[in-house]
């Protein structure tokens, strides 16, 4: 090497100094491999995918060939800098190639390549595994002895080196690939996505109907009540009772209508009979579950029930599937506004209103782990009913009272505080 032409020399070096940015960008690209991607790729039979995953099986043996390969190119390029500098320079150019060499390697060898590489990781990572594969069959016995080493060094400090990383996905961190999945999934989608996850954490309590605002059929009431209750539904289904809603008998589908009514009027005995069983949900049952209870058992309509067999409401099929998709249906009842802007920046919201319902028009955090109205919300934080209207502090939003009726709060001024 001494009698090599010093041109030769450089060239070797800038050889040299090419191949270890090659091992270093490949180190990176590969282990910074987006693994649910390269399955997808690998499952449509992309070359690089498979060849990328048959060498990140196991990535010790990976990493292993990499680091000897790099650490073989860099102490090699260190010797022929060396000779280079002494033939230049004399004694004084050892520190000299010390000094240049590592800003050359430190630039050209490891930061740029590696940056290049965690930008554009696939890029990089399938074509070095055309190189890398062969590598690895031909250098095996040198990386397999290598690595007997470091794993057993691995188990005397206690590591697993045979344990596979967890490459299972929690719904929290699915939650934040979609949401950060930007341009890639539709922004309406994205959320029905987003919502569907939520599911886990909302209850049939959360979207349920009341048992105040049930509306359905009372067997108690004459012949023209009924009628009346029939004729001015807004619902395909509705539940009939006796004397009390706690009483349900059955639920009674529109479409049978014209079964129930002869030429007399309506056929109490035809309207027990066209009635379906009522079906019974447990109080909290979380929507993920009751979903798929419903598409199971075949119904639409559930009666939701607390330990003492007392009813809560009604949760229909419907209110599950908007939790998902958002508001479909044009029934009456959807038309009635409960929440109205003011121009203060206030809002007058309805006692009713739900607090699921409010955070997500108004983008707010009221609490919802308690009751689900906000009636419900302002009455316990109040831990009576007052006398009168009054005004309280629940996290960062400002409620006042306006209207009281008996034991409910009627309407509500709300107000989000500064934080």
């Known amino acids: 090497m ?14 040299l100094i090419l191949l270890s940015g090659f091992f270093s960008s490949s180190e990176t690209g590969m282990m910074t491999l987006n693994r649910y991607r390269l399955k997808h790729l690998k499952m449509n039979g992309h070359r690089g995918a498979r060849r990328a995953s048959r060498l990140l099986k196991r990535p010790d043996r990976l990493i292993g060939l ?14 022929v800098a060396t000779v280079i ?40 990572a ?27 060094l691995l188990r005397m400090l206690g590591f697993d080196p045979d344990k596979n990383p967890d490459e299972h996905v929690s719904s929290e961190e699915l939650r934040t690939i979609v949401a950060e999945a930007g341009q890639l999934i539709p922004s309406r989608h994205r959320g029905m996505l987003l919502n569907i996850l939520d599911l886990e954490e909302v209850t049939v309590n959360d979207i349920m109907v009341p048992r105040n ?13 009924i009628l009346r209750t029939i004729q001015h539904s807004s619902h395909t289904r509705l539940p009939v009772y006796r004397e009390d809603v706690d009483n349900i008998l059955g639920v009674l589908h529109m479409r049978n209508i014209s079964r129930v009514l002869d030429a007399r009027g309506l056929d109490r005995a ?83 209103a739900s607090v699921r319902d409010i955070n997500k028009q ?32 629940i996290s960062d939003y400002h409620l006042e009272t306006m209207e009281l009726q008996g034991n409910v709060v009627q309407a509500v001024r709300a107000t989000a505080t500064e934080a």
């Open 126 to 152: 399938f074509p070095a595994s055309v190189i890398l594969w062969p590598l690895m069959k031909v250098l095996y016995p040198v990386v397999w002895l290598i690595n007997v080493v470091t794993n057993a």
């Open 362 to 393: 108004l983008d707010w955090e009221l609490p919802t782990d308690g009751p689900k109205t906000l009636s419900g919300l302002i009455l316990e934080n109040l831990e009576s009913f007052p006398d009168g209207n009054v005004g309280l502090s």
């Open 66 to 79: 990499i680091l000897i390969g790099n650490n073989l190119v860099n102490i090699f390029a260190s010797a």
């Open 2 to 15: 001494n009698e090599a032409p010093l041109g030769l020399l450089f060239a070797v070096l800038a050889a």
């Open 213 to 225: 605002e049930v509306y359905g059929i009372d067997l108690d009431n004459d012949d023209d009540v």
């Open 270 to 352: 035809a309207l027990e009979r066209e009635m379906e069983a009522p079906y019974f949900i447990p109080e909290n049952t979380p929507l993920h579950t009751q979903l798929l209870n419903f598409q199971q058992k075949k119904h639409r309509l559930g009666v939701v029930v607390d330990e003492y067999g007392q009813v809560m409401g009604l949760a229909a099929l419907e209110d599950i599937l908007e939790e998902i998709v958002g508001e479909f249906t044009s029934s009456l009842s959807d038309n009635e506004e409960e929440i109205f802007p003011q121009r203060d920046g206030s809002y007058i919201i309805s006692g009713s």
């Open 85 to 124: 500098a002494i033939r230049l320079w004399g004694d004084a150019g050892i520190y000299i190639a010390t000094l240049i060499l590592t800003v050359v390697i430190l630039v050209f060898a490891e930061i740029t390549p590696k940056t290049i590489a965690a930008l554009y990781p696939e890029k990089i």
